[in-house]
């Protein structure tokens, strides 16, 4: 079977507030990509959406203000880990051969539904993602030592990233004590230790090995994919709370349908909703051992988040796995100008949704 | 590659009325299903949901629901044909490898916001999919002098198809005159033209070659995909108004996908949203002459919408799909008791949305 290729890639600003609608938005980052299909002849054959609004056949809808009329159109939710499930469709349907091309779209607004979890009640009112999060940090700060410190210093790294990406919605810096000082809003969780949703959107471009060639010298190959569903509420994420069980199963099966292992990751998009689950990500994905992720932050070479994450970069949930995607595009291409990681040649995205209940981990060559 | 097969399938009663949850709604015909792999020993890799419902990460919540794990869970949608697109989904995933067997589950209760097309300001107020329908009608009428009782005819036919259809909504039968003296909603269509948007949940089970064989002695398999999207709303359907452009096209890749032509199909579940849209899939599909597909109903010996079609057996948004599959399965594997088609061993699901704005066809043996 024909290898997949990510051959372009865009995102747009992320921002606090917008006055673009949701269509708009969507198209935004695919203005540039859908110029160069048209001077290379390529067409695309398929669109995927992924949101976390409620629009309705909004693939369809997409297609029509692009101008495009692909034979395959689908919407696609996962909550915050729909982003890279609509990668993973669209490498499916090329892998395929229902289609040749795919553009994978996500875009959500800041005001959308997602971010709140009102259907498990297993969260009693816990109905904000903070409380789960500030769960996690309390069972791996009592199991393994974890510091508050520690946490801070994944958003001071993310924040400090954010300050070279020119899309991000937080483009200052902040301090240890900044993110210590910050409003208290769950025990031991801070205002800077979380993730903000925003507006913004993402896109790219996936074909198959001989188109890629024709479009470009530098493909994005799709070497590993895993995923895993535990189930949708706080009580299946883990019997042990300081693990994120999905990640690690969607880990193995990524690394298996590769020769990679992890230690040879140069760069890695981690989802960091939370300081505390950048840290759970570094031990999950096997990057360290497990309850090491504290020390981690300040004592690995590996770059993770280098666009900021989603504490610096903002959090626009249905299109935040597409713009780890975007990211990690860039840098093996040598686009991501101050934010490049020197002669990096394999990336990882995660992506997780509803507490870590879901995961999904690609790697990229 | 392996052929794809769908193994088993089920639906729950359509009804007008429901006391069920949403989630129970779409567990309903699952257990069927989970009770018959549980006996085979075979383990669900993928769950697609197909829903028009604003529910977030539903398909997560209907796994935990089902106490399964799956790695892949996506909740998708495409309006109308969200239950053909889900099927499409699953075929690539498991097609490519990343899974081996996917449940694909179709559910929508009456009040679901996709029976308003709010987003398409090129039908002005014309939200009601009536309005165009009517507009169909006409453009047919004045082309080909197709007439009223044509259409009351594919009326008459479904809801009797239904009467043997315990699952259908409508299980009354009804003559040419019903139709004719039914409420006039927007002329010519009036109501008995028109299906019923109503609650229900169908579900079913793909798998690969190796796979299918252990659990059944008769898979029905996938021949054959095609898909069309013309865009989104009814502006760019098509240019002549008595055509939908995207069936043409989709049964076009459909059919090139196998050694089968449109003479050779024995049953046919077709996108009969309205009377004269079944007449216009007649034609678009290559099942009669174009122009002819007036006459087609009362002169072809090819059964169509053999469970009721969505004028009889009722119209669950993102369930519909689904249930066509279901029905043609069921044909194939001869499990339809009195609706039973003959020595039937080629089916074709034919499903629309957004005014037939885009189109999937499935050809199955």
Redo the contacts between chains.
Sequence with gaps: ?SKIAIIDQSTSKFTKDTSLSFQDLACDPCSKILKKCRDKSLQIDA?ILST?S????????I??YLGI???????????CSSGT?AI??A???I????CKTALVVGADIRET??SR?L?DISRGSFTLPVYWAAIFAKAHMRKYGTTEEQMALVAVKNRENAYHNHNAVFRNKISISDVMNSKKYVEPIKMLDCSYICNGASAILLTNEEEAKKYTDRPVWIEG?G???????FS?VSSDLSCIRSTV?ASK?AFSMTEIGPAQIDVAELHDAFTIMEILAYEDLGLCQKGKGGRFVSENSLVTNPRGGLIGAGHPLGATGVAQTVEICEQLNGLAGKRQVKDCKTGLVHNM??AG??SLVLILT
Excluded at 95 to 98: A, N, P, R, V
């Design positions: 079977m669109v976390t409620d629009i309705q056949y909004g693939s369809s809808i297609s029509e009329k692909p034979k395959i159109s689908q919407r696609l939710d996962n909550l499930n993973v469709s490498y499916s349907l892998k395929s051969d229902l539904k997602g979890l259907w994919i995923s895993s569903t535990e189930g949708a509420s299946n199963m099966m949704s509803a209940s879901s």
